[in-house]
Nanobody, 122 residues
Framework: QVQVVESGGGLVQAGGSLRLSCAAS????????MGWFRQAPGKEREFVAA????????EYADSVKGRFTISRDNAKNTVYLQMNSLKPEDTAVYYCAAALRYYGGSTSGNYWGQGTQVTVSS
């Protein structure tokens, strides 16, 4: 089993920035692909970004390209999501997931965190 814990959510004004962190344990972190997903009220959970085991490959949803950056530090067993130029429509619960395989924008999580709330005020 893999344990996944997100942190870093909060309230920010439109145009602001937040950085989410996600720590994973229970399996060799560098063997895992990692992804961020989000779910807004009344909507289905959607893909945000994914990164392969080495950090050499990343993929983003069109809605966040150019504003969000996913990265990882395998020495710290942590993946990050830097979110800039935030918009009210980015408001959602953000989930981190560990994946056994990297499939770019089709990466789906095998192990999920509890989620962290991000609220962007206008």
């Amino acid at each position: 089993q893999v344990q996944v814990v997100e942190s870093g959510g909060g309230l920010v004004q439109a145009g602001g920035s937040l950085r989410l962190s996600c720590a994973a344990s229970g399996r060799t972190f560098s063997s895992l692909a990692m992804g961020w997903f989000r779910q807004a009220p009344g909507k289905e959970r959607e893909f945000v970004a994914a990164i392969n085991w080495s950090g050499g490959r990343t993929e983003y949803a069109d809605s966040v390209k150019g504003r969000f950056t996913i990265s990882r530090d395998n020495a710290k067993n942590t993946v990050y999501l830097q979110m800039n130029s935030l918009k009210p429509e980015d408001t959602a619960v953000y989930y981190c997931a560990a994946a056994l395989r990297y499939y770019g924008g089709s990466t789906s999580g095998n192990y999920w965190g509890q989620g962290t709330q991000v609220t962007v005020s206008s």
